[in-house]
């Protein structure tokens, strides 16, 4: 069965850091374009970043320079570095894949079930 499954998040004090990491199923999700994206209590599910196979990368503008999406291909596993986190990016963040290669336009298909991340001031 397709799963995937987030971990790191957590609550950390405005300034701090997370890195989230997200484990996919199978083999075939190492072809296909990984993201993230978030999503606050009460707003809309935004668009975070994404990363193809050979390491392209798209950013959602505001979030450019704090956040660095990676990928390790042989362990199917996905990361989302983020520093400098401000209480604005308190949200509920899901690890996706696509069924394609392709970063941008990113286009999610399978989604993990979520982890919490809550920033402080």
């Known amino acids: 069965q397709v799963q995937l499954v987030e971990s790191g998040g957590g609550l950390v004090q405005a300034g701090g850091s997370l890195r989230l990491s997200c484990a996919a199923s199978g083999r075939t999700f190492s072809r296909y374009a990984r993201g993230w994206f978030r999503q606050a209590p009460g707003k809309e599910r935004e668009f975070v970043a994404a990363?193809?196979?050979?390491?392209?990368?798209t950013y959602y503008a505001d979030l450019k320079g704090r956040f660095t999406i990676s990928r390790d291909t042989a362990k199917n596993t996905v990361y989302l570095q983020m520093n400098s986190l401000k209480p604005e990016d308190t949200a509920v963040y899901y690890c996706?894949?696509?069924?394609?290669?392709?970063?941008?336009?990113?286009?999610?298909?399978?989604w993990g079930q979520g982890t919490q991340v809550t920033v402080s001031s």
């Open positions: 996706t894949s696509s069924v394609v290669d392709i970063a941008a336009p990113y286009v999610p298909k399978y």
């Open positions: 990363i193809t196979w050979s390491g392209g990368t």
